[in-house]
């Protein structure tokens, strides 16, 4: 009864007991929001990705592209009445990615996580984000580390499984009738180049060709001892696994040394305009494209060019790039998911509403349709299986045809 | 096969060449001061991007990269050297060591920073096709970057020993106290070294930047070899400095060519430390020996 007393009477008691018990549930509600990421008014994306360094040509144009994507978003509103907020951290090495998941997982509390870091990062976190259940949205990694086993809780856009990139390059060596002799695989020694090389010499293996494999540290600049050995064993075709610099630089060597008449298919992450500078004449390279068509090759990617240099200021070289396009349109198919969750923002709707996204992309929340439109289904969360293949002509880099699933 | 072995020499003696330079940079601010400068990698990546400004940015001639860049960088190394280095002169030799460390690390930062890319790719001087001598392709780029390279460092070897700024670092190098009894200034002499110090960076910058194209791990990787080239023939030789560079460039090349392309990577600590251990004062050193 003294307690009682303090409030002056019973009924004033009920009315505090109640006013605490609302504070509390109001507490317990908006901290439960802000467990997943989501708030009244913004819903928290995190990203990792490497800003500097070797692998910065992946990660930077996939921040800054998913930023031009959620600032149209949120110019139009948002999605469920909430902003999109892009949260990206900086991450280079293995262990950096698992940090700097850890980190806007449990700390960010993040409502969606958008792997941006190509392979490397993919790999290193695939463990972790299958144990955290978090929806994970892997935007540019090739590997199959985060590919199997399967998770329901991760999604993969528009970079396809290995076996699909590496089938669609060796398909390309045959374009126009050519007909390749022996086979060089040129190969960096970090984790996407490795994927791949795997891949298509399981491939050339079963085709029965016969090939030779050299490889490279990353970031090399001086090719000499991996295009002799190569022209010891007289390839007449070589595919580069690397970076378009690496790529680059490799065929400009080839070149001095006399190997100008072999065929050469390179790499998806080596199909930039910036691989033209370095060679002076790139005509007739080829190499896999994750988006249908190069930017400046239709209306809808020199708009995207356009905005993209309205929000950097200005054009870095070799942008914009497929990381550039693939960022834009992962933003929006992000926005997708939100929105066929019905606004139900828990984490289990969205991978449901994931799990079940058709034809998502850009166009259709009104952004420029730059990229392949990407489809799930409980069992298969490969959102893309297509490819474009590219060429350079007269200096520029075409898409020339789009395969489906090689 | 004696084809394949004449390119593989060949691209060794280019990159030697490069190698060379920078090392000969890194010998003449170390006989001078007899401090050894590792921001000497990021000068030479200033170098590179100043390259990749003139002749892509502004679409200016390749001359007046090479004209305008070594001055540009050497003045850059010198003002460096007024208003940090100069402070820490009464300091001992470590702090100097790890100051000028981390004035290559913020120097390769604030380029990050400003331009942050992958690599920026310069074009190749010479568009015309190459020479076939004995089945060797070589081309003019090839030419350009050994012949020049060298000529420029046996120019700078020529002005260390012969002229009258040569003579006063030689001097100070030798002894400090004696060579201002003979008139030469401390501040000047030392200013005159890093000035040349970055001219040769900024001369390897120019050269280096079509043939690796600028990126912020550039100088990193020039520095290694620089500074192992320098090791290897002599720290204190600007000769030996342009020997060593050659040799680590032809055993790098040689190695991986025939040995296996992970060798290239270990072949030049291997040589480091054999020189190391067996021949501190390097391969090639001056009439009076010196340790490393």
Not at chain 2, 29 to 39: C, D, G, I, L, S
Not at chain 2, 144 to 150: E, K
Not at chain 2, 184 to 196: E, R
Request: some cysteine; aromatic content about 10%; hydrophobic content about 50%.
């Amino acid at each position: 009864m003294r307690n009682l007393d303090v409030f002056g009477s019973t009924r004033s008691a009920v009315t505090v007991a109640a006013a605490i018990g609302l504070l509390a549930l109001t507490c317990s509600s908006t901290a439960h929001a802000q467990d997943n990421g989501v708030t009244p008014s913004e819903i928290s994306i995190g990203a990792i990705g490497a800003l500097t360094g070797p692998l910065a040509f992946i990660g930077t144009p996939g921040r800054d592209s998913m930023t031009v994507a959620f600032n149209e978003i949120n110019a139009n509103g948002g999605v469920c009445g909430r902003k999109l907020h892009l949260g990206f951290e900086h991450a280079s090495s293995p262990a950096e990615s698992i940090a700097a998941v850890k980190k806007l997982v449990e700390q960010d509390k993040v409502f969606i996580l958008v792997l941006a870091s190509g392979s490397t990062g993919a790999a290193a976190a695939a463990d972790y984000v299958r144990q955290a259940g978090v929806p994970t949205y892997n935007i540019y990694g090739s590997t199959p580390i985060i590919r199997n086993p399967f998770a329901k809780n991760v999604f993969h856009g528009a970079v396809v499984p290995v076996e699909v990139s590496a089938a669609a390059l060796i398909s390309m060596f045959y374009d126009d009738g050519y007909m390749p002799k022996k086979f060089g695989i040129l190969a960096g020694t970090y984790a996407f180049p490795q994927a791949t090389l795997k891949a298509a010499q399981d491939i050339l293996k079963q085709k029965g060709r016969d090939f030779t494999v050299e490889q490279f540290d990353i970031g090399a600049r001086d090719f000499t001892s991996q295009l002799v050995a190569l022209q010891r064993q007289s390839v007449d075709s070589v595919l580069v696994l690397g970076s378009f610099s690496e790529a680059g630089f490799a065929i400009k060597q080839a070149r001095e040394m006399g190997m100008a008449n072999a065929r050469w298919v390179v790499d998806g992450s080596a199909v930039s305009t910036a691989i033209i500078p370095i060679l002076g004449n790139a005509d007739g390279i080829r190499g896999y494209y994750n988006a249908p068509a190069f930017p400046g090759q239709t209306p809808a990617t020199r708009e995207f060019e356009a905005r993209l240099k309205k929000h950097l200021g200005s054009m870095p070289q070799g942008r914009p790039s497929v990381y550039d396009l693939i960022g834009y349109g992962s933003g929006y198919v992000v926005a997708e998911a939100i929105k066929a969750t019905n606004c139900q923002l828990t984490r289990d709707h969205l991978i449901d509403a994931w799990s079940n996204l058709k034809d998502a992309g850009p166009a259709v929340l009104g952004g420029l349709d730059i990229t392949f439109p990407e489809s799930y289904t409980p069992t298969d969360h490969q959102g893309v299986y297509r490819i474009g293949a590219a060429i350079v002509k007269d200096g520029q880099w075409q898409v020339y045809r789009v395969i489906d699933k090689p | 096969m004696l084809s394949q072995l004449g390119f593989v020499v060949l691209a060794g003696i280019k990159f030697g060449a490069l190698y060379a330079l920078t090392a000969l940079g890194l010998v003449v601010v170390h006989k001078a001061t007899k401090t050894v400068n590792f921001a000497h990698g990021a000068f030479a990546m200033l170098g590179a991007f100043g390259s990749f400004l003139i002749v892509v940015n502004w679409g200016w001639p390749y001359w007046a990269a090479y004209l305008m860049i070594p001055i540009a960088i050497g003045v850059i190394a010198a003002t460096i050297e007024f208003l940090i280095l100069r402070r820490l002169r009464q300091a001992d030799m470590f702090t100097v060591v790890i100051a000028t460390v981390f004035l290559g690390i913020a120097l390769s930062e604030g380029f990050r920073l400003t331009y942050n890319t992958e690599l920026l790719a310069v074009p190749s001087l010479f568009a015309a096709p190459p020479f076939i001598v004995a089945g060797v392709v070589i081309t003019r780029d090839t030419m350009w970057v050994i012949v020049g390279a060298l000529l420029a460092a046996l120019a700078c070897i020529a002005v260390f020993r012969y002229g009258r700024i040569g003579r006063g670092m030689r001097a100070m190098a030798a002894n400090i106290r004696g060579a201002q009894l003979c008139g030469y200034s401390i501040d000047g002499v030392y200013m005159l070294a890093w000035f040349l110090g970055g001219v040769l960076a900024g001369l390897t910058g120019v050269f280096i930047a079509p043939v690796t194209g600028v990126s912020v791990d550039l100088s990193i990787a020039i520095i290694t070899a620089g500074f192992v080239a320098g090791v290897i023939g002599g720290f204190d030789s600007p000769r030996g400095a342009v020997l060593g560079g050659l040799l680590l460039g032809v055993a790098e090349s040689l190695s991986a060519a025939y040995g296996s392309s992970a060798m290239k990577n270990c072949i030049s600590f291997l040589l480091l430390f054999l020189v190391l251990m067996w021949r501190p004062q390097g391969l090639f050193p001056e009439r009076s020996g010196r340790s490393v």
